[in-house]
């Protein structure tokens, strides 16, 4: 938190000097709000990605030089990361508020670190990965006799199955609960085919797997994950 107050002074002082032409920031002071900038952003890249990031690319705007080589506040960037530090001193006084706080704790266990760490595509596989390792703990603890246990696709269609369903996600007695398991179950089954295959692990796929299209990946298995805790409860199953 020292730190970011630190940050705070700086930026004011910058404000300031916005006023004031020439407005010229020694060399000195500039690496030393940048390197605070770096600091903040680093510790932060866990909890708040999305704020280190922006951070991180406001740094590099923040001065401009002119043609005798002097540093000039940018006061676009300035008001950017103005706005960033607040936003997580806010985050930081209600700890509830992350970019990861409406992300199922298994996916977040499986995937935050590969996802802060640039490894995006590894990240969205491994959180389907944990899906199906998931659905296929539950099958052994519904049938502990059975020695195989099916996977990927064929787990989602046999434990969700509309038929001989082995573990209920929700009350089927009215046609809009039916849907919902059915429906439940194609995208579980869907994402298994489409999101777990291992030639995600090829190197065309780990070239289109951006951040963004990682983290809706990630909202999408955290999404299914949520609904595996509601067959969880309605079935009455301790894992």
């Known amino acids: 938190m020292n730190k970011i107050h630190d940050l705070k002074n700086h930026l004011n002082y910058l404000s300031s000097c916005i006023l004031i032409p020439p407005n010229q920031i020694h060399t000195s002071y500039v690496s030393k709000v940048n390197e605070t900038i770096s600091l903040i952003a680093k510790a932060n890249e866990l909890t708040y990605p999305n704020i280190s990031n922006n951070l991180m690319y406001e740094k590099e705007q923040l001065f401009v030089y002119d043609s005798f080589g002097?540093?000039?506040?940018?006061?676009?960037?300035?008001?950017k990361i103005l706005a960033y530090i607040d936003l997580l001193l806010d985050r930081?006084?209600?700890?509830?508020?992350?970019e990861w706080s409406c992300i199922h704790p298994l996916i977040v266990q499986s995937?935050?670190?590969?996802?802060?760490?640039?490894?995006?595509?590894?990240?969205?596989?491994?959180?389907?990965?944990?899906?199906?390792?998931?659905?296929?703990?539950?099958?052994?603890?519904?049938?502990?006799n059975e020695t195989t246990i099916p996977d990927g696709v064929e787990a989602m269609n046999k434990v969700f199955s509309e038929k001989n369903t082995i573990i209920e996600i929700c009350d089927r007695t009215t046609e809009?609960?039916?849907?919902?398991?059915?429906?439940?179950?194609?995208?579980?089954?869907?994402?298994?085919?489409?999101?777990?295959?291992?030639?995600?692990?090829?190197?065309?796929?780990?070239?289109?797997?951006?951040?963004e299209e990682a983290m809706r990946r990630l909202m999408l298995?955290?999404?299914?994950?949520?609904?595996?805790?509601?067959?969880?409860?309605y079935s009455g199953i301790t894992e």
């Open 176 to 211: 809009n609960g039916n849907n919902i398991h059915n429906g439940t179950r194609f995208m579980l089954s869907g994402a298994m085919s489409a999101l777990r295959n291992p030639k995600s692990h090829s190197n065309d796929e780990r070239a289109t797997v951006t951040k």
């Open 70 to 79: 002097y540093a000039h506040p940018n006061p676009v960037s300035l008001g």
């Open 92 to 98: 930081k006084n209600n700890k509830n508020l992350n």
């Open 221 to 233: 298995a955290s999404l299914l994950m949520y609904k595996i805790d509601d067959a969880v409860k």
């Open 111 to 144: 995937s935050q670190k590969l996802y802060v760490d640039g490894n995006y595509a590894e990240a969205a596989v491994n959180a389907f990965i944990e899906i199906n390792a998931r659905v296929k703990r539950l099958y052994k603890i519904v049938r502990p």
